[in-house]
């Protein structure tokens, strides 16, 4: 016991103090030493502690750039975004079990790869970018490339196993609302998967799967981009790039604001541009404004996020939110009217789904029911007939985005009493705030007191000594016995 608490404290004390692209069993990065890291043999790849907030560290694997140093990276995968690690005695280590694990400050244990391995491990960072831990028989025990983050590598499979998740904001990595995934009917979709609610946004809902492209007849479920930039899915969606062709770094990211988007670079560097995205119309991606809100694009100010009328911000740094209502609705009859909202569509939450029915009636279904919020009054219907109304009433506002090329309004139900006030003026000046605040992830663990480390410092070093003389008695205590034999001998 003491032996093995030796060798661990060694594992512990030596680690490499230049760049590798290999971790070798009982070696480990530390968060306080930035020259600590993985290096991919081609250099395209880097591998190491990444700051995420203050005092808040991940470890993650980057593209190797001049300029970046574990800040402004492009990230292509991380270990523990949900769990940051202290920027104080945190360390990566590889142990001689075969073990991968991240601890925080030397307390816990943050993130692990679970594996056990009776012979010599050690971990890899390809030209790929896939982190492999091995062993010396070059079985693959772990590798980065089956648990994902938010992007995908050319050659990486996403399967019917793992998704990739968004990152909160563009300053917070830790996990978000939006999802790409393969759902039960083996069709590769994109979700919001909100704190209340969950929405499918692509293929386009309104769409049958056939309408869309897709085939649900396939059992093996996985996708892959090429290095050439062809992406292929078992559903029969693919895509190229606008750019395909070799010479480029690539890589599909599920961005922050729920589009899915590929980017491309040359070998040598520069800067990352869009050569293909899921969504062309950024208001079509569910969850983008939070409930009770309108999103509008303008392409030279981009997706901005406005409460609908009578409505206030929930979190005016986080617009997932939404709005809530600043009066209190009755379900009286004659207490409530209605407010016009023109070109607004609010996806989903449909009461029920009325044909041929005009204005008066559909104001008529919502007053009936009190937990309508308002309804959409349309001419339009995917594969129905045109110029004939469409009556929606709606319990729920969500998705809500104004175009003027949509043909319908949106009625929004609110107390009669206020319907001349000015507070249910549609204000366009709220379109100026940002649809995603822009918060640094704070690093919020309790710690044991100086204390109780000083003990575990006290009891870690007394393992060490006591290991040290356990191997001091193996080793001399032959000698000695054989001197006193000798000299027992001698006297004799």
Avoid at 184 to 193: Q, S
Avoid at 301 to 314: A, D, L
Avoid at 396 to 422: A, E, I, Q, T
Wanted: net charge neutral; hydrophobic share 35%.
């Amino acid at each position: 016991m003491a032996t093995s608490a030796f060798l661990l404290g060694l594992s512990i004390i030596i680690s490499p103090s230049f760049s590798t692209a290999t971790l070798r069993r009982g070696s480990h990065l530390s968060v306080e030493n930035a020259e600590q890291v993985l290096i991919s043999p081609n250099n395209a790849f880097t591998a190491g502690f990444y700051e995420v907030g203050d005092n808040a560290y991940s470890f993650a694997i980057w593209f190797s750039n001049d300029t970046c140093c574990r800040k402004n990276c492009t990230l292509v995968w991380m270990a523990n975004r949900d769990e940051p690690v202290n920027g104080k005695h945190s360390r990566l280590i590889l142990l001689g079990n075969g073990n991968l694990i991240l601890t925080d400050a030397d307390r816990f244990t943050a993130w692990m790869t679970n594996t056990v391995s009776q012979f010599s491990t050690q971990l890899d960072l390809q030209d790929s970018g896939n982190l492999v831990l091995t062993n010396s028989d070059h079985t693959i025990l772990w590798q980065s490339f089956d648990s994902p983050t938010d992007t995908l590598l050319p050659h990486q499979p996403l399967t019917r196993k793992v998704q990739l998740v968004s990152g909160r904001s563009q300053s917070n990595y830790s996990s978000g609302f939006f999802k790409l995934y393969f759902d039960t009917d083996n069709v590769l979709r994109l979700l919001f998967d909100g704190p209340e609610v969950s929405d499918i946004y692509w293929p386009d809902p309104v769409l049958l799967t056939w309408e869309a492209g897709r085939s649900t007849y396939n059992n093996s479920r996985i996708a892959v981009l090429d290095s050439e930039g062809n992406f292929s899915s078992t559903d029969n969606f693919t895509f190229k790039s606008a750019d395909y062709g070799l010479n480029f770094q690539r890589r599909l990211t599920i961005d922050f604001d729920g589009n899915l988007r590929l980017y491309s670079r040359k070998n040598n560097g520069g800067s990352w541009v869009v050569s293909w995205q899921a969504i062309s119309h950024p208001c079509r991606i569910h969850g983008s404004c939070g409930p009770n809100s309108v999103c509008s694009y303008v392409p030279s100010m981009g997706r901005k996020c406005s409460c609908i009328p009578g409505y206030k911000v929930v979190n005016d740094t986080d617009w997932s939110f939404g709005c809530e209502p600043e009066f209190n609705l009755s379900c009286a009859t004659g207490s409530a009217a209605f407010l016009q909202l023109p070109h607004v569509e609010f996806f989903g939450y449909d009461i029920g789904f009325y044909p041929n029915c005009t204005l008066r009636e559909c104001e008529k279904l919502c007053l009936e029911a009190c937990n309508c919020k308002g309804f959409q009054f349309q001419f339009t219907k995917h594969n129905h007939p045109s110029g004939i109304p469409y009556c929606y009433p709606k319990t729920l506002l969500l998705n809500g985005h104004h175009s003027p090329n949509f043909r319908g309004d949106l009625y929004l139900k609110v107390p009669k009493s206020g319907l001349s006030s000015s507070s249910y003026s549609y204000k366009e000046s709220s379109l100026k705030l940002n649809c995603h605040g822009e918060s640094v992830k704070q690093l919020h663990r309790e710690y044991e007191s100086r204390h109780e480390k000083g003990i575990l410092k006290l009891l870690f070093w007394a393992a060490i000594i006591a290991g040290g003389v356990e191997i001091f008695g193996i080793f001399l205590l032959p000698y000695f016995l054989i001197t006193m034999h000798q000299r027992s001998r001698a006297g004799m």
